[in-house]
């Protein structure tokens, strides 16, 4: 892997399986070439604050420090923070600003750095970890990943927050685009964990190492899901990783393409999967309430927290 955002103007980038290999453009107003994530080399961040929202190992009682990143590798018509992922919509920041938003993040109480969607940006992330913080690194990302990159992290990511979105390539393909994604993100998991061991959480109650894999239901895919949690209960023994049944699928952005997935999920879909869950062992994780799937928990995308004093408004990048 090469590259430095800040030295080092381009980098040819195969971060991620995509592996596009192009040479990336240093900053989003630079003219020059950007691959499949649409991304510069520098960070473009929607919303760095306060995170009551995560599982309750990440978010605790006074909240993760989250990091939303703008811009992703994969492209899910059902994306809920479109509005960041896919529009990328945020304020580009250099290293030395993303290290002071950490410290930051830290001086409010978080009790960790929660970096979401970050995998686009791996570069400008190991350089502001340069320095070890003095909370858990927390890798909060879609699950496709490299191999390489993750062990490319190591000693700078202590808890790995993948998600496992599909084990079925056509429906990998038809929503995310990305039809090699379960073999690529169950190798990244599996490589999460060889660098973490078993998870530890600490007398607060706070993750702070191990891989914590979530799950999203999506509307007509229970088989799917079951499968994946087959694969998860004949990979990882118990206490191995922790695992996170989620129902809080909205459709929102192209879903009402994909007549399928142009619904929430019901309650019978998610009693079957908690069912099979709990028949097949997986007792180490979180299961969500219905009230999860409420479009008031998604946070406002409005650049809170990024620049050092009161900033202006976003601009698409
Ligand atoms: S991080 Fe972006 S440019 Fe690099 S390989 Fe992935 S999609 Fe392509």
Redesign the pocket.
């Known amino acids: 892997m090469r590259g430095n955002p800040e030295r080092n103007p381009m980098s040819i980038?195969?971060?991620?399986?995509?592996?596009?290999?192009?040479e990336?453009k240093r900053s989003a107003s630079d003219r020059g070439t950007?691959?499949?994530?649409?991304?510069g080399m520098l960070p473009v961040i929607s919303r760095a604050a306060l995170h009551h929202w995560e599982e309750p190992c990440i978010a605790g009682t006074r909240g993760a420090g989250t990091v939303f990143f703008a811009?992703c590798?994969l492209s899910c018509v059902y994306c809920q923070n479109y509005e960041i992922s896919e529009m990328r919509k945020g304020i580009e920041v250099s290293v030395d600003r993303l290290k002071e938003i950490y410290q930051e993040l830290i001086r409010q109480g978080a009790h960790n750095i929660d970096l979401v969607t970050p995998?686009?940006y791996?570069h400008a992330i190991f350089q502001s970890l340069r320095d070890p913080l003095p909370v858990p690194v927390v890798y909060n990302c879609g699950g496709y990943e490299s191999v390489h990159t993750v062990a490319f992290l190591r000693n700078k990511v202590q808890c790995w927050l993948p998600d496992l979105k599909y084990m079925d390539s056509k429906a990998s393909k038809r929503y995310s685009d990305a039809p090699d994604y379960f073999e690529k993100a169950s190798a990244a998991i599996e490589q999460m964990f060889r660098q973490t061991g078993p998870y530890e959480i600490g007398p607060d109650g706070i993750l702070k190492k191990g891989v914590l894999i979530r799950h999203l239901i999506l509307p007509g895919q229970v088989e799917d899901t079951k499968r994946i949690m087959e694969y998860i209960a004949e990979t990882f023994a118990p206490g191995d990783v922790l695992f996170s049944l989620m129902r809080q699928y909205i459709p929102y952005r192209r879903a009402s393409e994909f007549p399928e997935i142009n619904r929430r999920i019901t309650d019978e879909e998610y009693e079957e999967c908690e069912s099979y869950m709990e028949d097949l062992g997986i007792t180490d994780g979180y299961v969500q309430a219905k009230e999860s799937s409420d479009k008031a928990f998604i946070p406002i995308f409005d650049g809170t927290g990024v620049l050092e004093s009161a900033h202006e408004g976003l601009d698409q990048k």
């Open positions: 980038c195969n971060i991620c399986p995509r592996a596009c290999k192009i990336r950007v691959g499949y994530c649409a991304s811009g590798n995998t686009h791996t």
